[in-house]
């Protein structure tokens, strides 16, 4: 069975930090890239950062350059997302997703194939 879960999200004042975890289980870690997603109360989904598992290829969101760094422990199968500088416009809740390496589009959701269940992240002003 595959599973991802995702851990870490809490509150946090307003520049501080915390760090995500993604979980995988059932499929083989290597062969696919991790994104993390989330989506703020009243928006749509949006891609915050990605990773290749294969190569360690990353890429971040605009708005979170030099804020977020992801991060993986291929021996564990875990996928980290460590969150520095928080500000209230990151409050969301943060998904987890996996895609099978080859012709995907990281940022596009659509073509994630697995999907973990969210954890919520608040920043307080």
């Known amino acids: 069975e595959v599973q991802l879960q995702a851990s870490g999200g809490g509150l946090v004042q307003a520049g501080g930090s915390l760090r995500l975890s993604c979980q995988a289980s059932?499929?083989?870690?290597?062969?696919?890239?991790i994104g993390w997603f989330r989506q703020a109360p009243g928006k749509e989904r949006e891609g915050v950062s990605y990773i290749s598992l294969s190569d360690g290829d990353t890429d971040y969101a605009d708005s979170v350059k030099g804020r977020f760094t992801i991060s993986s422990d291929n021996a564990k199968n875990t996928v980290y997302l460590q969150m520095s500088s928080l500000k209230p416009e990151d409050t969301a809740v943060y998904y987890c997703?996996?895609?099978?390496?080859?012709?995907?589009?990281?940022?596009?959701?659509?073509?994630?194939?697995?999907w973990g269940q969210g954890t919520q992240v608040t920043v307080s002003s």
């Open positions: 059932g499929f083989a870690f290597d062969d696919y890239a």
């Open positions: 997703a996996a895609a099978v390496e080859g012709d995907y589009n990281p940022w596009n959701e659509g073509d994630m194939d697995y």
